[in-house]
């Protein structure tokens, strides 16, 4: 049969649908760019916020207007399989959060699969695209009851593969020229293997042989401890890029969330890690707008921002989900001063990362390549992650190829990009 598999939501979405990609093809089946010429349809959705949810339902309803079967799978039908089997019938079949084997069953032959949620499996095999990074996902589910978060009630509790497994899924990607391994997980910090740690994966993973990045990214604050900074400083491999979202920095709101962060332990946090490693990059999510948030209280969360000046940061605005402890909590706050903090922010955040990048010119940097675009080439420092952050964009005397190593020295920047030759 031609499948097409859509992609929504994070980046563990994209490396749970590249094994079930895999594994069609094993079986057999073939891989289409557009669902005009599948027999097939395979969304792969997302059900954190309402943003995301009206993304995923909007892409079921498009794919099943071509008339042909629709498989729908993960995070939005976990949540809601009741609601999307009354209201949207026409799709064959209706899957949670289940291991890829699962989704390709029902490709085959359609049913409703939603039990307790699953997102875990051993490696088998991978579909390899042509990026010259992957997102290798170590850990899913999470045991934080962080108040405006329904990824619990859907992911259910924290489940972490096997060190094993991880670094065999690893070496595949290495070995098959991946150049950058993201390693992702709900809450990276609380990865555990029995009595091994996030620590022990990464001296494992930074064993293996090879001219390759590490990535971590979704590290809970209270999890970036002495040991794993001091490895990250001497790693090989890993990159001293630090993504650690706090979410606010009122400490009112920060109980208010349960979160388990106070306002000092991150600012502390935040100058340990740059006096431990000084050329550390800081990346952090925030968020705007959730219940009771006083323009005090916005007030603090900016003057955090300007004191710790983060490299990198995100921002979006608080979406109210049934489910969670904060749907509970009122006053809510209107969309519009929501939306104008928000704007706030993140102007202030154009600043600091203008003043950041300024202070790189003249600086020679090592860029993975992405691609060419233009008679530019384009790619990637240690201070940006995929999909997230800036680029490089430079030019060069010689032909270079994707996923490739080189030297750039930087020459202008812009807000969030650089500019530079190599």
């Not at 005009?36 to 959705?45: E, G, P």
């Not at 490709?107 to 991978?126: G, H, L, M, T």
């Not at 940061?313 to 903090?341: C, H, W």
């Amino acid at each position: 049969m031609k499948v097409f598999v859509s992609v929504l939501g994070c980046p563990k979405n994209e490396a749970d649908s590249s094994v079930v990609i895999a594994d069609l093809k094993k079986k057999g089946h073939t891989i289409v760019d557009s669902p005009s010429q599948a027999d097939v349809m395979v969304v792969n959705t997302c059900g954190f916020i309402e943003a995301a949810k009206e993304e995923s339902i909007n892409e079921i309803f498009e794919l099943a207007m071509y008339g042909k079967r629709v498989v729908a799978h993960g995070c939005l039908v976990q949540r809601y399989f009741k609601d999307l089997r009354k209201g949207i019938p026409e799709v064959s079949a209706f899957l949670g959060v289940v291991e890829p084997a699962k989704v390709v069953e029902a490709v085959e032959k359609p049913f409703d699969y939603v039990a307790n949620p699953n997102p875990i499996y051993e490696f088998s095999a991978r579909y390899l695209d042509d990026k010259p990074f992957a997102y290798l996902k170590v850990g899913d589910g999470c045991n934080r009851k962080c108040a405006f978060c329904a990824i619990p009630s859907f992911k259910g509790p924290l489940k972490n593969r096997k060190i094993e497994d991880v670094v065999q899924e690893a070496k595949f990607l290495i070995s098959n020229g991946k150049k950058e391994l993201v390693l992702v997980s709900q809450d990276l910090t609380q990865y555990s293997d029995e009595d091994r740690t996030l620590v022990d994966l990464l001296k494992e993973l930074d064993g293996i042989e090879g001219d390759f990045w590490i990535r971590l990214l979704y590290l809970y604050p209270d999890g970036v401890n002495d040991g794993l900074i001091e490895f990250v400083k001497n790693s090989k491999h890993v990159l001293h890029y630090f993504d650690i979202p706090i979410q606010h920095a009122s400490e009112k709101i920060l109980k208010m969330m349960n979160r388990n962060s106070d306002v000092e332990s991150l600012k502390k946090k935040f100058k340990n890690i740059r006096e431990t490693i000084e050329d550390a990059i800081l990346r952090t999510t925030l968020m705007v707008g959730f219940p009771t948030e006083s323009d005090e209280d916005f007030e603090e969360l900016i003057q955090f921002v300007e004191e710790i000046r983060f490299d990198r940061l995100g921002a979006f605005v608080y979406s109210d989900e049934e489910g969670t402890m904060a749907y509970e909590i009122n006053p809510k706050v209107p969309a519009s001063v929501s939306q104008k903090r928000y704007d706030e922010l993140m102007e202030l955040q154009r600043e600091i990362s203008l003043e950041r990048n300024n202070s790189h010119i003249g600086k020679t940097f090592k860029v993975m390549i992405e691609g060419v675009e233009k008679n530019m080439y384009y790619g990637r420092t240690y201070m940006d992650a995929p999909e997230i952050d800036g680029y490089v964009h430079f030019s060069s005397k010689r032909k270079l190829n994707v996923g490739e190593f080189v030297e750039v020295k930087i020459t202008d920047c812009e807000f969030y990009d650089l500019e530079g030759e190599a």
